[in-house]
């Protein structure tokens, strides 16, 4: 039986993100009819030189035979290609969670980067992915089911893409955008800053804060590593309150009701076996 997944965005009545320009691409198809609603977002590079214009061009270019449902450039702004609820060819031959045929269930969403790991991507790129993960979270998807196309290409190794992206940064900054939208919390405001002289024994502590905030940034990555199997990274440069959402976030993750449950599947038991390609 392959695995399925009881948390998902729902097809039917699906909210699509706000977007800046639309390019629609012929490179699409029709979900399989077993599949209920969208499990995850497979994340891409475009690998594209610094020519954007020409990937968004390729990628709509019916002989490519390739697609994304977003475009991100590099500046932030939006491209859509094809409707969320049909199925784009992005992820080629891909697995992710046991369930194999992953267009099938995602969606797929392209930033406009070289994808040689020394481009960095732009903060209005990180912003704008941030923003439409917590539209998508908001209707059902996990954010842990935000994931790269490196992840679920197969053979292992086939992909690299997104080549570089901060995962950590990302869903901190996604929290943050939920926190907001949810009503939680005001959004964050620029920390005041002490001025040189304002405080002259705050100044004399910030060394030692920052070393503090290191340690503690080294420790949550560790504990969350070892002790409760999320694997990350301790960042080289984070604030405290990067490191404590995404210590918040991994507590929050493992405490959640995992235990799949056929009947309220994104794929319907009976026919999951029956999906077609690509």
């Known amino acids: 039986m392959i695995a399925t997944h009881t948390r998902f965005a729902p097809l039917a009545g699906l909210r699509q993100a706000l977007v800046d320009a639309e390019r629609p691409s012929v490179n699409h198809d029709a ?33 490519a035979r390739v697609s994304a449902h977003l475009l991100i450039r590099r500046d932030g702004t939006v491209v859509r290609l094809v409707s969320d609820t049909r199925r784009a060819w992005h992820a080629g031959p891909s697995e992710w969670s046991g369930m194999p045929r992953v267009n099938d269930f995602s969606l797929g969403w392209e930033l406009a980067n070289r994808n040689d790991g020394s481009e960095p991507f732009s903060n209005a790129q990180y912003a704008t992915v941030a923003r439409l ?43 943050q955008q939920l926190a907001v939208t949810q009503g939680l919390r005001p959004a964050l405001a620029t920390p005041p800053t002490v001025q040189p002289g304002d405080n002259d024994m705050l100044e004399s502590l910030r060394p030692l804060i920052s070393r503090f905030a290191g340690a503690l ?62």
């Open 133 to 175: 993960t917590a539209h998508y979270v908001e209707q059902g998807v996990p954010l842990d089911a935000f994931v790269s196309h490196a992840s679920v290409a197969l053979p292992r190794g086939r992909k690299s893409d997104p080549a570089g992206f901060d995962w950590i940064r990302h869903r901190a900054e996604v929290m």
């Open 217 to 278: 940034i080294g420790a949550a990555a560790g504990m969350l590593t070892t002790k409760l199997g999320i694997p990350i990274d301790a960042p080289s440069q984070a604030s405290l309150t990067t490191a404590v959402v995404v210590a918040a976030y991994g507590i929050a993750h493992k405490l959640m009701d995992r235990k799949l449950n056929p009947a309220d599947s994104a794929l319907c038991p009976d026919t999951v076996r029956a999906s077609s390609t690509p």
């Open 31 to 63: 979900r399989p009819a077993h599949v209920r609603g969208i499990s995850c977002v497979v994340l891409h590079a475009t690998a594209d030189g610094g020519n954007e214009d020409g990937a968004e061009a390729w990628l709509s270019e019916p002989t």
